[in-house]
């Protein structure tokens, strides 16, 4: 990004009239900032280095600019002085981001917001592309480490969203040592399940630490090891616990775990959206049979996935299928009301089979039936290769030690899917 500082002609008439001495001085009777409403007189004194009421030379007013355009928060900065007023006229960035933190050990949030801004008066919770903000809020974050007694080297890079190449925020991170989930400390677990929860915490303890998502993964695990042993109702709650622990190899982040274990409940109903496309017949059948009443996080999972499965055949790739359970504590049963956003319905654009010859290619394509336009069925395309083959001889003899992966490639715009399958030849065991 290109950034311009610039003395306007004005200043120079009269800097150019006068023929100051090099070395004269000057006392602005005001300092004003005009073209970033965002950032307060006060912020922007501090930014530049300015004091008012000071007495400046012609070099010290451009000593003073150059400071404030080179944090990267301005895309052009310009100035004047007319003998009176010292004048910023200021055009603000495009490419300002907000900050994330990626394996950082360090609390985000409004606290460390202050802490920035107390440092840096531009910081707003966001910094631009490239300067001396983003470069002082690195800085400061490798101090604030060290005060923690980890010595580690701090990056910034702008990361995009999932699925898009467009930067969508400034990343910090340490490259090395690694930064883990250290050690755990469990709360609230009964004697029963001791033993059966320490691989739970044995799998988390040493995984890549996420400073946004490392607490919420720790509360999934956990959570969801209590809904497989059919405790509905659990609730946990995870958070750091102490400094962060500065090892050979690694840095170390505990955490306590506290956990609500509630109690075992037994499945009552599941009541489907009154238009879904599947009945409590196939919904039973997707439970099988449960004699002590008890219906454990597994197989609610596998009804929960036929009830998506079954939305998906009807073209609804985007649905979100949300159970919400209602407690019976006085008869120990747990109730389901599911709820469904469908989103809307995707259409086949094209159908593509590669790595075959052009005979069996023209052959596959007689055989499928899904043709451009059509409701998107994944379960078709899931499917598609075991019918034909049991229908076709042809096709089975030609398919004969093929292996196939299918690839769908859905447009959320268009809402149109591009199906491909690829055939590779089975490679002879050893």
């Known amino acids: 990004m290109r950034r311009t500082i610039s003395l306007l002609p004005a200043a120079l008439l009269f800097l150019a009239a006068s023929l100051p001495a090099a070395g004269q001085k000057f006392l602005p009777k005001s300092i004003q900032f005009k073209g970033d409403p965002e950032y307060s007189d006060q912020e922007l004194l501090a930014a530049a280095g300015l004091k008012k009421g000071a007495v400046l030379t012609s070099a010290e007013m451009n000593d003073h600019s150059k400071q404030l355009m080179d944090t990267g928060v301005f895309d052009t900065l310009t100035f004047k002085f007319d003998g009176q007023d010292l004048v910023y006229s200021l055009v603000p960035s495009t490419t300002m981001f907000p900050i994330r933190l990626e394996n950082l ?4 949030g409004k606290e460390l917001d202050a802490a920035l801004h107390e440092r840096f008066p531009l910081y707003h919770g ?5 300067g001396g903000l983003t470069d002082g809020v690195r800085k400061a974050f490798e101090q604030m480490l060290a005060a923690k007694g ?15 190449k467009k930067a969508a925020a400034m990343s910090f991170s340490i490259a090395t040592p690694s930064v883990r989930v250290g050690a755990l400390q469990l709360q609230g677990v009964s004697p029963a399940l001791q033993a059966k929860i320490k691989p739970v915490a044995d799998r988390a303890t040493g995984t890549p630490f996420d400073t946004m998502n490392s607490q919420i993964n720790l509360e999934h695990a956990f959570a969801s090891f209590y809904a497989d042993e059919g405790y509905a109702a659990v609730k946990v709650h995870a958070q750091r616990s102490g400094e962060p622990v500065a090892a050979a190899q690694a840095i170390d982040v505990p955490f306590t775990v506290t956990i609500e274990e509630g109690r075992l409940y037994k499945l009552g109903s599941i009541h489907l959206p009154p238009d879904a496309p599947l009945t409590q017949a196939d919904i039973e059948k997707a439970l099988g049979p449960h004699p002590d009443g008890l219906v454990k996080g597994p197989t609610l999972r596998g009804a929960w996935m036929l009830i998506s ?4 055949a009807k073209g609804y790739l985007d649905c979100a299928v949300t159970p919400h359970p209602e ?3 006085a008869s120990g049963t747990v109730n389901y009301t599911v709820s469904v956003e469908t989103g809307s319905v995707y259409h086949l654009a094209f159908a593509k089979f590669e790595n075959v010859s052009d005979e069996l290619r023209s052959h596959l394509m007689r055989v499928w039936q899904m043709l451009p336009g059509d409701t998107f069925d994944q379960s078709y395309v899931e499917g598609f290769l075991f019918r034909a083959q049991k229908e076709d001889p042809v096709l089975q003899r030609s398919l004969a030690g093929v292996k196939a992966a299918f690839e769908v490639r859905a447009d959320p715009n268009t809402h149109e899917v591009n199906c491909v399958l690829h055939f590779t030849k089975a490679q002879p065991a050893p």
């Open 327 to 329: 407690f019976d504590d």
């Open 150 to 164: 980890i010595e580690a080297a701090v990056t910034a890079m702008p990361s995009a969203a999932l699925g898009s």
């Open 309 to 312: 499965s079954r939305y998906k």
């Open 126 to 130: 966001k910094v631009p592309a490239d």
């Open 105 to 108: 050990p360090l609390a985000p």
